[in-house]
């Protein structure tokens, strides 16, 4: 997790990503309810001069119902690495998918989700960008959300619903048509070499917490 600082962008707003309500009960445990959901798939190194990171590598989807945020990444991968299996531990250290959001455009604060293959999670409310956000917001309130994590042939994948609830400090539940900014990021470890960072967001910067760059997620039926 790089250091959250404040910079302007000139970067253009990424494209919505519409985020669709459910049509199906979702069981995080399974495999079903995700087929008219939108994929997310271009996750790069943006800040990059060649841009580094595969079409492909990391695909994800984003639905949502009355209750729950809901989302399904499904990461190849060769070697898996974790950093801890305890909760609130820096996981960025290992292999870890990243979520954020960013419900309102004129408040600074936004929240921050983290998964890694051992099912670890780290989550925050993180109510004004800065250097030491870790350490100051990491056990400042109770989450609920719930995951489920599992190898695949290629790699491992991760589902989750994240009740209304634990975003309670920004309003709780979008209406329809409501727009959060967001980004879905990734580090990708391999042994000997330095971590693979890349995100759906055009960030101008290594640096996760930019949401200056991040795109735009819409509520959608």
Same mark, same amino acid.
């Given at each position: 997790?790089?250091?959250?600082?404040?910079?302007?962008?000139?970067?253009?707003?990424?494209?919505?990503?519409?985020?669709?309500?459910?049509?199906?009960?979702?069981?995080?445990?399974?495999?079903?309810?995700?087929?008219?959901?939108?994929?997310?798939?271009?996750?790069? %190194?943006?800040?990059?001069?060649? #841009?580094?990171?595969?079409?492909?590598?990391?695909?994800?989807?984003?639905?949502?119902?009355?209750?729950?945020?809901?989302?399904?990444?499904?990461?190849?991968?060769?070697?898996?690495?974790?950093?801890?299996?305890?909760?609130?531990?820096?996981?960025?250290?290992?292999?870890?998918?990243?979520?954020?959001?960013?419900?309102?455009?004129?408040?600074?604060?936004?929240?921050?989700?983290?998964?890694?293959?051992?099912?670890?999670?780290?989550?925050?409310?993180?109510?004004?960008? %800065?250097?030491?956000?870790?350490?100051?917001?990491?056990?400042?309130?109770?989450?609920?959300?719930?995951?489920?994590?599992?190898?695949?042939?290629?790699?491992?994948?991760?589902?989750?619903?994240?009740?209304?609830?634990?975003?309670?400090?920004?309003?709780?539940?979008?209406?329809?048509?409501? #727009?959060?900014?967001?980004?879905?990021?990734?580090?990708?470890? %391999?042994?000997?070499?330095?971590?693979?960072?890349?995100?759906?967001?055009?960030?101008?910067?290594?640096?996760?917490?930019?949401?200056?760059?991040?795109?735009?997620?819409?509520?959608?039926?």
């Amino acid at each position: 997790m790089s250091d959250p600082i404040q910079t302007p962008s000139t970067t253009p707003r990424d494209t919505a990503v519409q985020c669709r309500r459910a049509t199906t009960p979702i069981d995080i445990d399974g495999t079903g309810g995700w087929e008219h959901a939108d994929v997310v798939y271009d996750f790069a %190194s943006h800040w990059l001069p060649d #841009v580094r990171g595969a079409s492909g590598r990391t695909r994800a989807r984003l639905l949502w119902d009355d209750d729950h945020l809901y989302f399904l990444a499904e990461l190849i991968d060769e070697e898996l690495i974790s950093s801890s299996s305890e909760d609130g531990a820096r996981l960025w250290l290992g292999d870890v998918f990243e979520l954020f959001f960013k419900p309102a455009a004129d408040a600074p604060g936004y929240y921050e989700f983290q998964v890694n293959p051992a099912g670890a999670r780290l989550n925050m409310y993180i109510p004004e960008r %800065s250097r030491d956000a870790y350490d100051r917001w990491r056990s400042s309130r109770p989450f609920a959300w719930r995951t489920a994590v599992r190898r695949t042939d290629d790699g491992w994948a991760v589902a989750g619903a994240i009740p209304w609830s634990d975003f309670t400090p920004t309003g709780g539940a979008p209406r329809r048509g409501d #727009v959060w900014r967001f980004a879905l990021c990734r580090y990708d470890y %391999s042994t000997g070499q330095p971590p693979v960072l890349t995100s759906s967001a055009p960030l101008q910067r290594a640096d996760f917490h930019r949401y200056e760059d991040w795109g735009d997620l819409r509520f959608v039926d």
